[in-house]
Nanobody, 114 residues
Framework: VQLQASGGGLVLAGGSLRLSCATS????????MGWYRQVPGKQLELVAG???????NYADSVKGRFTISREHAKHTVDLQMNGLKPEDTAVYYC?????????WGQGTLVTVSS
């Protein structure tokens, strides 16, 4: 399972970023996909997940600010992040789990300055 993450960067508090995770059509069709993040010294945290059918779940800390979506034409799972806070600063990873196997994309750094 190959995943390609993109879209990180530096943003001021209150700003927005959009992360994108691209994969193959076969993986996209059958995998539950999610965005995770990790701060040095802390555990990996699930930020948002989306099932093949479009059911979503979010960490309490991002509810109302982040939106995960499946972009069927591009075979990507995107994470729209609005109202970013300094505590959202982390390396973000996309992950997939499904009948084709599990996989991780490379991390993308999101830095939110106050």
């Amino acid at each position: 399972v190959q995943l390609q993450a993109s879209g990180g960067g530096l943003v001021l508090a209150g700003g927005s970023l959009r992360l994108s995770c691209a994969t193959s059509a076969s993986v996209f069709a059958v995998s539950t996909m999610g965005w995770y993040r990790q701060v040095p010294g802390k555990q990996l945290e699930l930020v948002a997940g989306i099932s093949p059918g479009g059911d979503t779940n979010y960490a309490d800390s991002v509810k109302g600010r982040f939106t995960i979506s499946r972009e069927h034409a591009k075979h990507t799972v995107d994470l729209q992040m609005n109202g970013l806070k300094p505590e959202d600063t982390a390396v973000y990873y996309c992950g997939a789990k499904g009948t084709n196997g599990d996989g991780w994309g490379q991390g993308t750094l999101v830095t939110v300055s106050s």
